[in-house]
């Protein structure tokens, strides 16, 4: 009992000091994967990037204690961060404290829907995904993930718009303008640096590798090279202008928004007292008030694309400040300091006596020292609300990675594992993570596979690795100042590679065409949809759903004759020669009300097409389950068949659908005599009375046939 509560107690078992230390050297060394990755990945979710330190914390050491698993690696992972930016980009503005505060709190409500499945032992509901569901969206992700970096390795800045595509063509048109070689450059250098790593020595940690070298390039060249200024320092008349026009737009934003806040609140009680007058004023005010909204939003978007375009040049002054010109209109006698400077604008005002002015590259910036508080995050209905479906996406989708690694490991490791206590894991992973200001966090495939090399023995080593982080977050975060953004990138970017799996969509074609057009449409459908990743998903689960409907309502029906082997087989398919005084009919899946009808159709028209037909033999051995409608379809064909004067009987009818016979005394109207155990049993005892005024000389049923036109 104690053990199915506190799973990690059996680890203990034959545990030894070498399990120990391997288990302690295989935590150190996810751990040295894990900090850089997990900073990438919260920028990837639109967070500040020390929130992947947070949620590397108390989520990889739970879901280690609480899983089934003992190599699988939790923390962020890239496509349950992207989802997680999806998700939260219509409430709040990216790296907004309202943002982090949904993001914790979707964390929360994904842990609990993974604990509720968990406990309730309801994990086959992942099935719903189908694997060609999650292989075209988890190729549409890579790229999407991959693209979605583009803007921090060319240094350039655009805002988000309403399709991905959309975004990076804004992406493009701005490297075209202006593109930050050294911030390429540095991303570049990571790439090969990890890449040179991966080929050269795979156990040699690229990543973090790559993280230190161009940290201490971009410390000791100066890489971040920010300074800031009153709006006086600008030379421009014009961009002065444009930034004051920024700011005029700005300001008014807010006011605008608790106005749109104050006619929701009179919307709700509007209905609550059910004023239909009330209601209809109220939605008229919200329409205006969003109206309004969208009409400065697009301003202030407009303004602030401007100013992310202006490339000023720094000159040094008698008194040591710089002064900055248009680069093309630097005045005569004056020199510039040789670097392009640009205005930081994002969705606030400006501080027109405090511009931030930024003539180098990107870098992650201060983390907060220490460890985060633990508490329970905001609870907002309303956001909630909104978030749910999401978070139900977020939690099957993590699961089905988690589990798919876990089962990949568990095949080399010959270890057992139980998909319910993996999801009892994962869930109260989250949920204590979002006490510790985590994000949603999954199984990372990467990760558990060094885990593995490093020859982990148990889920210890996740608690090692739970234990680098917090040395990191006490003492160490003052080194990770320097980490260009470009870095972080080409992490995302190195890791997304291994999620491309072209292969999988000729799989599934090959398998079922039907499964390579669900994966093929889930993945365009997710590009197209992008950034609304979920709209995607579900394209391809209804898909799915669509399929599995078709094929039960209209299951496969065999008609059996004696091939060459003396095995029976499907007639179309092999080609062979039928009985014309006996049909063999296969019926491949449940009898139940959507395809009862379609089996009655076939029999319909079988004694309406051959002429001569004595006798139905229906092998019922496909037939796994039948319900009342079923039951009732064969009763009517029964009193159909022999009113032709055709007699009709079954065979190999499993124990499940006998009781149901017997229950609806279908058995007695039939009759026990014409219910037989096996196909072979059947066609020997109705052979001869089929026959009685045979003309064949040879029936195929007896003696095996050609082929036909052989």
Avoid at 29 to 48: D, E, H, K, N, R
Avoid at 66 to 83: D, E, Y
Avoid at 228 to 255: G, H, K, M
Avoid at 567 to 573: E, F, I, M, P
Wanted: hydrophobic share 50%; proline share 5%; aromatic share 8%.
């Amino acid at each position: 009992m104690l053990a199915k509560v506190f799973p990690f107690l059996a680890w203990f078992k034959n545990y030894d000091k070498t399990s120990l230390q391997r288990d302690a050297i295989s935590g150190l060394t996810v751990a040295l994967v894990l900090i850089p990755q997990s900073m990438a990945y919260a920028q990837l979710a639109g967070l500040p990037a020390y929130y992947g330190l947070y949620a590397s914390f108390l989520p990889p050491m739970i879901a280690a204690l609480f899983g089934s698993s003992r190599q699988l690696a939790t923390g962020p992972v890239a496509v349950v961060s992207l989802m997680t930016a999806a998700s939260l980009a219509p409430l709040a503005t990216a790296g907004s404290s309202d943002y982090i505060g949904y993001a914790i709190l979707l964390a929360l409500m994904v842990g609990a829907f993974q604990l509720t499945l968990g406990i309730l032992r309801l994990g086959l509901v992942v099935n719903f995904l189908s694997h060609p569901v999650v292989n075209g969206f988890t190729n549409a992700a890579a790229i999407i993930i991959a693209s979605s970096q583009l803007s921090k390795m060319f240094g350039v800045y655009v805002d988000t718009a309403p399709h991905h595509y959309e975004t990076i063509l804004h992406v493009v048109e701005a490297a075209s303008h202006y593109t930050h070689w050294p911030t390429l450059l540095m991303g570049i250098f990571a790439f090969g640096i990890m890449y040179g790593l991966k080929w050269l020595s795979p156990r040699i940690p690229n990543v973090l590798v790559a993280v230190v070298i161009t940290t201490l390039l971009s410390w000791a060249t100066g890489f971040q090279h920010d300074r800031n200024v009153s709006i006086e320092a600008i030379e421009a008349p014009a961009v002065r202008s444009l930034i004051e026009q920024f700011n005029a737009v700005t300001t008014t934003l807010p006011s605008m928004a608790e106005g749109r806040t104050q006619f929701g609140e009179a919307l709700d009680k509007a209905k609550q007292r059910h004023d239909e007058v009330g209601i209809l004023d109220a939605e008229h005010d919200m329409n205006v008030a969003n109206l309004n909204i969208a009409r400065q939003q697009e301003r202030a978007h407009g303004y602030r694309e401007q100013i992310r375009a202006v490339l000023l040049a720094g000159v040094s002054q008698a008194d040591g400040t710089l002064a900055f010109y248009p680069e093309d209109n630097v005045p005569a006698g004056m020199e510039s300091d040789g670097r392009t400077w640009r205005i930081k604008v994002g969705n606030k005002p400006l501080d027109t006596d405090n511009l931030r002015m930024m003539g180098g590259g990107a870098v992650v910036g201060a983390i907060p020292k220490g460890l985060p508080s633990l508490d329970i995050p905001p609870i907002n209905i309303g956001v909630m609300l909104h978030l749910l479906p999401f978070a139900a996406i977020i939690s099957l989708l993590g699961f089905m990675e988690a589990i798919s690694i876990a089962k990949a490991m568990a095949s080399k490791t010959g270890q057992r594992l139980d998909p319910n206590q993996e999801l009892i894991g994962q869930g109260l992973g989250n949920i204590l993570g979002a006490i510790g200001k985590s994000y949603p966090t999954s199984g990372s495939f990467s990760r558990s596979a060094v885990n593995l090399q490093a020859r982990a023995v148990s889920g210890l080593s996740s608690v090692f690795t739970s234990l680098a982080v917090v040395i990191v977050l006490l003492f160490f975060t003052p080194l990770l100042y320097h980490l260009p953004q470009s870095v972080l990138a080409a992490v995302i970017m190195m890791a997304v590679i291994g999620l491309l799996n072209v292969s999988g969509f000729i799989h599934a074609w090959k398998a079922k065409w039907y499964d390579g057009a669900i994966s093929i449409i889930s993945f365009v459908g997710t590009m197209v949809f992008a950034p609304h990743l979920d709209k995607g998903i579900m394209i391809g689960v209804v898909l799915s759903l669509m399929v599995f409907l078709y094929k039960s309502m209209r299951p496969k029906v065999a008609f059996l004759a004696r091939s060459e082997d003396e095995a029976l087989r499907c007639v179309s398919t092999h080609g062979l020669k039928e009985c014309p005084y006996v049909t063999l009919v296969r019926f491949d899946g449940p009898l139940f009300f959507a395809n009862a009808s379609y089996l009655e159709d076939t029999i319909t028209e079988i004694m309406r097409s051959k002429e001569g037909l004595n006798h139905i033999l229906i092998a019922a051995n496909g037939i796994n389950d039948i319900d009342s409608s079923g039951e009732e379809t064969l009763s009517m064909l029964v009193d159909r068949v022999r009113s032709n004067g055709i007699d009709i009987s079954m065979s190999g009818v499993n124990e499940s659908v006998m009781e149901v016979f017997t229950r609806t005394h279908f058995l007695a109207k039939i009759g026990e005599d014409h219910i037989f155990p096996t196909l072979e049993k059947g066609i020997v005892t109705i052979h001869q009375s089929a026959h009685e005024q045979a003309q064949e000389a040879n029936c195929p049923l007896l003696t095996p046939c050609r082929l036909v036109g052989a």
